[in-house]
């Protein structure tokens, strides 16, 4: 009876079965790894998503689209005197949400101008770098191939107290958005990140709300004086 175990022992000490288990066994550990990190549900929006479809079509003009932090900046219009804005920030969408309701939240607008800021929930949500990015840049060539002649401004994802832990993640992300963005003719990096930050590289308290996450109006005043030079010298080319 000890034979046979034995035998089974010799036979796996062999260098070439050896080699080949040993294959097999990271070939599978690195196919787990390469899952992709599941995305929130797009229709847990539904609500906002259909209070939007119900409102008349703002069309040629300026969306900024995004997460929270458009939806929650007060005043958009006026803070834009003279431009055609239009505020489709809903709830604490991810990068996927803007393209799977694209249509609604943009497409039927027909913007001539877009502002899109995204990337900091997608990172919350255990997102990898990697995955963030895809997503962004996929909803960014969606938005490109439907309106081919439209410009887009891409506010760089901010970092914010409450998500201290993920500064590096972010850093990362605008990197390799900025890269992205390079080169293209239609698209538009723009840097508000560094400016809500002190010497070292961490948020500005005094720029934040309550909850630590949001801006407050300071951080809104800094964000409108930053994007509007930039908003407008994008708005001569498309008017």
């Not at 906002?48 to 929650?72: D, H, M, N, T």
């Not at 990898?128 to 997503?135: T, W």
């Amino acid at each position: 009876m000890i034979w046979p175990f034995g035998r089974v022992i010799h036979g796996l000490m062999n260098p070439l079965i050896l080699r080949s288990l040993l294959i097999l066994w990271f070939g599978l550990g690195a196919a787990f790894a390469l899952e992709p990190t599941p995305r929130a549900d797009p229709a847990r929006f539904a609500g906002e998503i259909a209070a939007f479809a119900k409102q008349e079509p703002e069309k040629g003009g300026i969306v900024f689209a995004g997460s929270s932090s458009i939806r929650l900046w007060p005043h958009l219009k006026e803070d834009f005197p003279g431009l055609p804005v239009v505020n489709r920030g809903f709830g604490g969408c991810v990068s996927n949400d803007l393209i799977v309701h694209f249509d609604t939240v943009v497409g039927r607008h027909e913007p001539k101008l877009i502002v899109a800021y995204c990337g900091s929930n997608d990172i919350a949500e255990k997102l990898s770098v990697q995955e963030a990015f895809d997503d962004y840049t996929k909803f960014l060539g969606v938005a490109h191939d439907r309106f081919p002649k439209a410009r887009v401004i891409l506010n760089s994802v901010k970092i914010a107290p409450r998500r201290a832990l993920q500064i590096p993640q972010v850093n990362e992300l605008n990197q390799r958005l900025q890269a992205w963005c390079a080169g293209k003719d239609w698209l538009r990096f723009l840097d508000t990140t560094s400016y809500l930050a002190d010497s070292q590289n961490q948020p500005v308290p005094g720029y934040f709300g309550r909850d630590n996450l949001h801006l407050n109006a300071e951080g809104y005043a800094k964000w409108r004086v930053i994007l509007d030079p930039v908003l407008r010298e994008e708005w001569e080319k498309v008017k």
